[in-house]
């Protein structure tokens, strides 16, 4: 994937977004100290490259219901492309599953998996494994307490970036 160079603007425009979410034209302006046009028409620019792909709420789900919280490696029996493709898709219409990362070494995935009790979560497995998606084996590591969830700094990472260019 093609890399987008920013300016100190940009990252301070897309860091204002990414605390923020959809803000208004004078408030984004306000956040970034510039005038409101120019800033608005460089954020439309940063749409249109593709580094915003969307807004979203974070909502404190754990203070409306219990979840269960499970993080699945899972290591396929075949590494042919064709057995990760058909993996991935299943996985990709699984609302349970909320993140998938394709790992190197021991695993070929980790999912985090969320449920409504432990017992939903030994369904959710026992149907994945019925479905023969050429599972091999599996690990599961449940959730007792979530200790740090956030966001990337986008300016703390493009400093971190600078340092190491220079």
């Known amino acids: 994937m093609k890399k987008v160079a920013l300016d100190?603007?940009?990252v301070r425009i897309l860091s204002a977004v990414q605390q923020h979410?959809?803000?208004s034209k004078n408030r984004l302006a306000e956040l970034v100290n510039r005038s409101p046009t120019p800033c608005w028409l460089r954020l439309t620019k940063l749409k249109k490259a593709g580094l915003i792909t969307g807004y979203r709420g974070q909502v404190a789900v754990d203070r409306i219901i219990d979840l269960t919280k499970v993080f699945l490696t899972i290591s396929l029996n075949a590494h042919k492309k064709s057995d990760f493709d058909r993996f991935?898709?299943?996985?990709?219409s699984i609302d349970e599953v909320v993140e998938c990362c394709a790992t190197g070494?021991?695993?070929?995935?980790i999912l985090k998996v969320t449920t409504s009790s432990l017992s939903d979560f030994q369904t959710f497995i026992e149907q994945l494994l019925e479905e023969e998606l050429g599972i091999d084996r599996y690990l599961i590591y449940v959730v007792t307490k979530e200790v740090k969830s956030t966001s990337l700094s986008l300016s703390q990472l493009m400093e971190m970036k600078r340092r190491?260019?220079?």
């Open 21 to 23: 979410g959809q803000i």
């Open 105 to 109: 070494g021991g695993y070929d995935y």
């Open 88 to 92: 991935e898709k299943r996985i990709q």
């Open 164 to 166: 190491t260019e220079t």
């Open 8 to 10: 100190a603007l940009d």
